[in-house]
């Protein structure tokens, strides 16, 4: 059972959270702004990246605070995870 | 009752002042406490115990431990029966019931053995190859398979016993509680870190238990209880006995099951618990399995692991047999001989691969007492018929490729084998770690950890004791220091006497056969696999190890294979004619022995498999007569039926009142969220396909939630309390995904937003007032405040108290007549009921339940989750009225289904025909007895029959909906083969020009 930090409550077990998805991509702040075709792109396309992903987590079991973890997709290694508004870096601590 | 006959007159660890009763096939035998299901037999000579999975072979006690591959038994009688258990793990008890398995009628005389008669029949893969066609013969066949390769039968009846859960949380997890393991605990102790041992043994130990060499010039037991009792006197000290870590996963959570029962438990005792452990470091020190020789018949009752015969003779005073034979290829099998001739049974031979024999320390022993040694030889096979009654054996070629001609006979009725050690390495494979082949040891050892742990002693491959004791006290002083704890300097271990191995292991993964030899050489006793199995599926082309395993069942069944993996890659190298690192090893998967299911389920089992909840008038309810209906979680009154009323009655009675005079149904199970905040009217603007921003506070708006592809995620409502705070209500169902939807928005897109959530589903009742006299009970029932149109219109929301309780009264309807919801503290919930029912009752007021609430908004065409069911957006039902030009989550989405594109399906009412039920489900159709495939035009999404119309009437989404209006179609049911002729109408059945509510 992985063991997720919460940025607010620290390490939880992962049946305390709930996983939300890619949180690579933003949603458009003028959606009339953009194309049908990135419209699409932004609503159902997603890469499927083995290796480290940026996802969003919620601690719905928690603090039900919404946070961004850094995943191994292939390892299932977390190496960090932050608030809404971190940027979770590239490289991967030893 | 028989006297057990092959017990010793002193020696073992067993208490002989506390005899033991206990039946086996229905016959008595005694045995002592201290004793396991298997010493108990073999005390009591009873040699066979089983019969193989696939040949049905008569087997014996093969090992003394996990490992055991063929004394499988249930255990128990009716509904405790536990099927499987390996006899080596069975702690003996006063009155055991256990029963032999996968025979019939009796183990004796088993019909399933023609199977072996019939052997050639019966190849690797057979079942693949013969069973495959024709493929409508499978389900005949499957029946013949089942019942020819059963392993056990599980009771039919519910488990009497249960189960429990607990969480516990480490610095220093140690598996395993022999020499390593316990230097490795007392280690890590002393450094002040929390620890936990888990051993499966009834007492600590391990193979202390059945060790020649002296620990501080004593008994080597005698040490182990010292260690466990300084463990027992450190608070942060917790060790389990009898409890298995049989699961290692992601972040260092191993998970153990505890049997603290044999047979029944205590009353209000758990019979088993299940610990999910998170540690911070791991030591894993779960020793080695000795290994088999493949020889012909290598299976016959009455060959044995060595160490599992030492164990019987050390532990439990078994005299095994009266002439014995052992044969190893390594130093360590020569430790069960002085205890062997001790306990009376006559070693009539040594018979050793190694050309130049055992090292010196082995030698000398074999000098002292007299035996004869075979060096550079095999025993190529057992003779014998229902048990070993002698064996052949043969000189080895240098190269190991082939037997000479020297036949000789030796009778003997034991035979001992050893044929190396394999470190248990299942919990470190499971944990990712990579496996090793270490060609010395000839053995997988565990190489690059991939989580925190370290394995330490035996299960690293190291065989002597003082370097176990030595490598365990290093790994608990290692695991305390990266769990930050001070382990001080090296770590002090007792002073040890053994003897020492000198020559080391000569390989040996089968012993040749001649070629004019077709006997059965067994690798994997449990699944019937030999040694000419896997050459085949070689020659066939499964060159992978997890091909070969699948293929052949090779290490397949509930021993994971832990006397037969090794032997089996190697005989797969070595046919096609490569090394055993190449050929790889398979993945050991959890659990490491098998876990009952209500382990697993612990307490949530029956009603506790998920929480109930109830509504806070719920005990009225029941008091009244209500039958309950859950939905989701909750329970909520479908009806209250009354004397002499059917169902329908009750449902079409209720439904009735509310049109004609005031009903009363508790809608506390509502999804209710209060929003505050500066920018909470801009955030639900966003959020709504509505416009939130121009709500007046006192207004109320029935409202669309989308998500961002344009589906509908939910309909609610929205009241504006004040100018900073909102009230929603979801559909019941929806609330938490609704609630979470919420707050992701608010948290990651529009975090600039001042707004804040709070989901107050719990904390607020309610119940709803519908029909033309809600009003004058409202009136009668408020304490003062206004409810006539001018103060309370439709669609307005204002806060009152009844019967001196606070209430939120909000004015919209679902069942198309007047109503009213009144929501009020929970707390309150009860008091507002009766205090609502106490004011209509002047008014006639009723209560009704979610069947009679259903039947209501089906006549008015309302929509629930049965339409809005993922796949349709607001204009299918004609509420894109409501969408505003502006920004909204899923407004950008909408746009793809108004640019063309295929035709959406649009909502109708179906009324039946004939006077029956239309069926739920149903698809809407030309013609209903055509032959399949029929073009669907629609489905039924919901039905009921209206009492108001007195028909049977149905919401349908279908294609061209308005063209069909006024036609007839049929509405079959693909599942039940009904159908009914339906008349396509509008989906509004009752004041289409929506008079009532408004008053
Ligand atoms: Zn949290």
């Not at chain 2, 746009?895 to 004939?914: A, M, P, Q, W, Y």
């Not at chain 2, 009914?980 to 008053?999: L, M, Q, S, W, Y």
């Amino acid at each position: 059972m992985l063991l997720i930090t919460c940025p607010w409550c620290g390490p939880r077990a992962h049946i305390e959270f709930t996983y939300g998805g890619d949180a690579t991509v933003d949603r458009p702040a003028d959606p009339d702004a953009v194309s049908a075709e990135e419209w699409l792109d932004h609503i159902y396309l997603r890469d499927n990246p083995r290796g480290p992903h940026v996802e969003w987590w919620q601690h719905g079991a928690g603090c039900r605070g919404w946070f961004k973890v850094r995943r191994d997709t292939w390892t299932h290694r977390i190496h960090r995870s932050g608030p809404p508004g971190a940027d979770l870096g590239e490289d991967e601590p030893r | 009752m028989t006297r057990q006959t092959h017990r010793t007159e002193r020696g073992g660890r067993i208490d002989r002042d506390t005899p033991l009763v206990f039946t086996f096939d229905g016959k008595r035998y005694t045995g002592y406490r201290g004793d396991t299901l298997a010493s108990a037999l073999l005390a009591n000579g009873v040699r066979l115990v089983g019969r193989s999975f696939k040949y049905h072979r008569r087997r014996g006690i093969f090992g003394a431990g996990a490992e055991e591959p063929n004394a499988l038994v249930r255990v128990g009688t009716g509904s405790r029966a536990e099927p499987n258990l390996k006899a080596t793990r069975v702690a003996l008890h006063d009155g055991l019931q256990a029963q032999s398995q996968n025979r019939w009628p009796s183990l004796g005389l088993d019909a399933g053995a023609l199977i072996n008669a019939a052997s050639k029949l019966f190849p690797a893969g057979f079942y693949y190859k013969t069973f495959m066609w024709p493929g409508s013969w499978w389900m005949l066949y499957e029946r013949f398979i089942r019942r020819a390769a059963g392993l056990g039968r599980a009771p039919l009846d519910p488990d009497p016993d249960h189960y429990d859960r607990r969480y516990a949380f480490c610095d220093v997890l140690v598996v395993g509680a022999g020499p390593a393991g316990l230097m490795a605990a007392l280690t890590a102790a002393r450094s002040g870190a929390r620890v936990m041992l888990v051993d499966d043994a009834l007492a600590p130990g391990g193979s202390l238990a059945a060790s020649t060499a002296t620990i501080e010039d004593a008994d080597p037991i005698a040490f182990a209880t010292r260690v466990r009792e300084e463990l027992a006197s450190n608070a942060k000290v917790r060790v389990l006995d009898r409890t298995t870590a049989f699961g290692y996963y992601d972040d260092n959570m191993v998970v153990a099951v505890e049997r603290r029962a044999d047979g029944a438990p205590a009353p209000h005792c758990a019979r088993q618990r299940v610990w999910w452990i998170r540690a911070g470091e791991v030591v894993i020190a779960t020793g080695a399995i000795e290994r088999p020789l493949p020889f012909e018949n290598n299976d016959l009752p009455g060959v044995m692991l060595a160490s599992a015969a030492r164990t019987y003779v050390f532990q439990h005073g078994v005299r095994l047999g009266e002439r014995a034979v052992l044969f190893t290829n390594n130093d360590s099998a020569y430790e069960a001989l002085e205890p062997m001739l001790d306990a009376g049974t006559n070693v009539v031979a040594v018979v050793d691969a190694r050309d130049g024999g055992p090292g010196d320390d082995a030698l000398a022993v074999v000098r002292r007492l007299g035996l004869e040694l075979v060096s550079g030889s095999v025993v190529m096979r057992a003779i014998g018929r229902t048990g070993v009654g002698g064996v052949e054996v043969r000189s080895l070629s240098a190269d190991g490729e082939a037997v000479g001609d020297d036949s000789r006979r030796i009778p003997c009725d034991l035979v001992c084998v050893s044929g190396g050690w394999s470190p248990t390495v299942h919990l470190f494979s499971q944990s990712q770690g990579r496996l090793r082949f270490d060609a010395a040891r000839a053995a997988f050892v565990p190489g690059e950890s991939a989580q925190r742990e370290r394995s330490a002693g035996a299960a690293r491959g190291l065989l002597g004791l003082s370097e176990c004791l030595a490598d365990g006290a290093a790994a608990g002083a290692d695991a305390a220091r990266a769990a930050g704890f001070d382990a001080g300097s090296e770590p002090v271990c007792p002073e040890v006497r053994e003897w020492a191995e000198g020559v080391p292991v000569r390989p040996l993964w089968a012993v040749p056969l001649p070629s004019w030899r077709h006997g059965k050489r067994f690798v994997d006793f449990q699944n019937d696999v030999t040694v000419a199995d896997i050459e085949l599926a070689a020659r066939e082309g499964y060159r992978s190890v997890e091909h070969l395993k699948r293929y052949t069942t090779l290490g397949m069944g509930t021993d994971q294979g832990r006397t037969s993996n090794v032997n089996g890659l190697a005989v797969l190298a070595a046919t096609l004619g490569t090394e055993i690192p190449a050929v790889g090893t398979t993945t050991f998967r959890p659990p490491y022995s098998p876990v009952a299911l209500g382990a697993i389920a612990g307490r949530e089992v029956g009603i506790h498999q998920a929480p109930v909840r109830r509504t806070p008038m719920h005990d009225w309810h029941v008091e009244h007569g209500a039958t309950f209906v859950t939905v989701g979680p909750w329970l909520r009154a479908q009806y209250y039926l009354r004397p002499g009323e059917s169902m329908m009655d009750a449902i079409n009675r209720e439904a009735r009142h509310v049109r004609r005079a005031v009903g009363m149904v508790d809608v506390s199970t509502l999804g209710k969220i209060e929003v505050r905040g500066r920018d909470a009217g801009e955030f639900l603007h966003r959020v709504y396909i509505n416009r939130i921003r121009n709500l007046r506070v006192g207004r109320c708006r029935y409202a669309f939630m989308l998500r961002e592809d344009g589906f509908v995620l939910d309909d609610g409502t929205c009241s504006r309390i004040r100018d900073d705070m909102y009230y929603l209500t979801t559909g019941t169902g929806h609330a938490a995904t609704v609630m979470a939807h919420l707050e992701r928005y608010a948290q990651t897109v529009w975090p600039d937003l001042d707004v804040h959530l709070t989901s107050v589903t719990d904390q607020w009742a309610g119940a709803a007032v519908a029909g033309p006299r809600s009003r004058d009970l409202l009136a009668a029932a408020c304490d003062g405040a206004g409810v006539s149109d001018e103060a309370l219109p439709f669609m307005g929301c204002i806060e009152a108290t009844v019967a001196g309780a606070p209430v939120r009264i909000i004015r919209m309807t679902f069942s198309g007549e007047r109503a009213y919801e009144v929501h009020c503290p929970a707390d309150y919930g009860i008091h507002v009921w009766e205090a609502l029912l106490a004011a209509g009752e002047s008014f006639e007021v009723m209560p009704y339940g979610t069947e009679a609430l259903g039947v209501l908004r089906i006549e008015k065409g309302h929509v629930v989750p049965n339409e809005l069911d993922g796949r349709t957006i607001p204009a299918d039902f004609g509420f894109d009225r409501m969408e505003k030009d502006e920004d909204f989550i899923g407004r950008r989405s909408l746009e793809r289904f108004r640019e063309g594109g295929r035709r959406r399906k649009t909502f109708v009412g179906l009324i039946s025909e004939n006077g029956k039920g239309i069926p739920r489900g149903g698809h809407l159709v030309w013609n209903p007895t055509a032959p399949r495939p029929v073009t669907m035009l629609g489905h039924v999404t919901s039905g009921c029959y209206s009492p108001t119309l007195e028909r049977h009437i149905a919401l349908a989404l279908m294609d061209d909906g308005e063209d069909w209006k006024g036609r007839t179609l049929y509405a079959a049911s693909p599942l039940t083969a009904d159908f009914a002729p339906v008349r396509i109408t509008d989906h509004v059945f009752i004041d289409p020009e929506n008079r009532r509510p408004k008053g």
